[in-house]
């Protein structure tokens, strides 16, 4: 069996658990460090460039596949590209364990006791805006970075995430959602070199195991109105239309 770090991320997907002893004796490692860019688009796409710095265990065995879960299924293979401590990764492909990719490490496999740094680019994200709960107006940005299984990670992660929001925003519309825990109540605003708006969540001593939920909202019009979900009426109601069969 391919060794393995499973790596988990989501707007929809949940945690997948893992059985048999050769995965939970195989890896341990801590995550030094996680950044994470989402940059919302003008054609309603997400954009993504994760990188992520982490520590293998001595006793650990290499590193040699990455797999990485993607927020939903509307993406290309041909939108992704990755690198480890800047050589390119050559095997990006759909992964078999997570809803999402994996990349192969191939010889450049993070080895026991080394520190290696995984950045993955990813473009064309499609079906992650949802109408903002509260105005009609505005379009529901919500992402959660990849997390790690328990069994593998120790130690805390500097942990930052940061949104730039779609070109043309200005600073006086959009808003922020409520902070996950261990984050500061509210982002560092600024704008980035292309002129767009930025939110800034950082927590130097996050759990690499924990799902953290980040969110904002901007005015729809900034977005084409197709790339933007809308609840249905059961889901207004908090109704499963599945347990109405029958009665």
Do not use: C
Request: glycine share 8%; proline share 7%.
């Amino acid at each position: 069996m391919k060794k393995r770090l499973l790596l988990f991320s989501t707007i929809l997907i949940s945690l997948v658990l893992f059985t048999g002893p050769a995965l939970a004796q195989t890896y341990a490692f801590s995550l030094d460090k996680e950044t994470v860019d989402a940059y919302w688009e003008n054609d309603g796409s997400l954009s993504l460039v994760y990188q992520f710095v982490f520590t293998n265990a001595g006793y650990a065995d290499p590193i040699d596949y990455v797999d990485v879960g993607m927020p939903t299924t509307s993406y290309s293979l041909s939108n992704i590209q990755a690198e480890v401590n800047g050589t390119p990764i050559s095997h990006i492909a759909y992964s078999a364990y997570v809803d999402g990719i994996e990349l192969g490490l191939g010889g450049n496999a993070i080895q026991p006791g080394s520190t290696g740094t995984v950045t993955v680019y990813i473009s064309g994200i499609d079906n992650v805006l949802y109408i903002d709960s509260s105005d009609d107006g505005y379009a529901s940005a919500v992402f959660s970075p990849t997390w790690f299984d328990s069994d593998f990670v120790s130690g805390s992660t500097d942990l930052t995430v940061t949104y730039h929001l779609p070109p043309g925003v200005t600073p006086d519309e959009p808003r922020w959602h409520r902070s996950p825990s261990g984050f500061p109540d509210t982002p560092v605003t600024s704008i980035d070199n292309d002129g767009r708006v930025v939110y800034i969540w950082q927590n130097p001593s996050a759990n690499g195991n924990t799902q953290y939920l980040f969110g904002a909202s901007f005015p729809s019009s900034y977005v084409p109105a197709t790339a933007i979900a809308r609840p249905t009426i059961w889901q207004r109601l908090g109704i499963d239309p599945a347990a109405l069969v029958g009665f």
